[in-house]
């Protein structure tokens, strides 16, 4: 096989393997902190779970709404409380989207407005952003706003203008 081909049936098996899972991206593939040669990376004071960061960003974007707080038996990437993944999570919705664009989606996509992961520790955090950026840029479709803020990843809808999507910069930003 040539190399343009190889490329292809790679991405159309990532497709395919993309399109089992949620909207949210998957499992990304970091190595556990506090492996030898790697020192432990520090917890962040990043507020101490999602909900909590969803409050403090809410009272800056009043367009956002609360959705779902995420649990184990719900939780679509299967991340929540497992080896590197994240510890709490919620699902929020944003007014400003379009209720043409939101049609059809299921009622915790991210589309509809977002999510906040935290993680236990900052190195984490980022590298989950690092991971659904690298995806979004592998399959645009799969695009989105990502903010890292000490141990929160604030996901944000592309059906945000990027102004509309800065707000949640901004408010991630005065995060603890």
Known sequence: MNRAAITTAAAAITAILLAGCS?????PKAAPSGQAGQPAAAPSKTSADAAGAFTAIAAAVPSAKLGTTVTAENDPNHLLGRPNGYTSKITFTDSRIPAEQTEGREPDDLELGGSIEIFPTAA???ARADYIQAAGKAMPALGEY???????????????????????????????
């Open 124 to 126: 984490a955090a980022k």
């Open 23 to 27: 909207t949210d991206s998957s499992t």
């Open 146 to 176: 990502d903010y890292v803020h000490g141990t929160a990843v604030i996901r944000v809808s592309n059906l945000l203008t990027p102004a509309q999507a800065a707000d949640y910069e901004k408010a991630a930003a005065q995060l603890p």
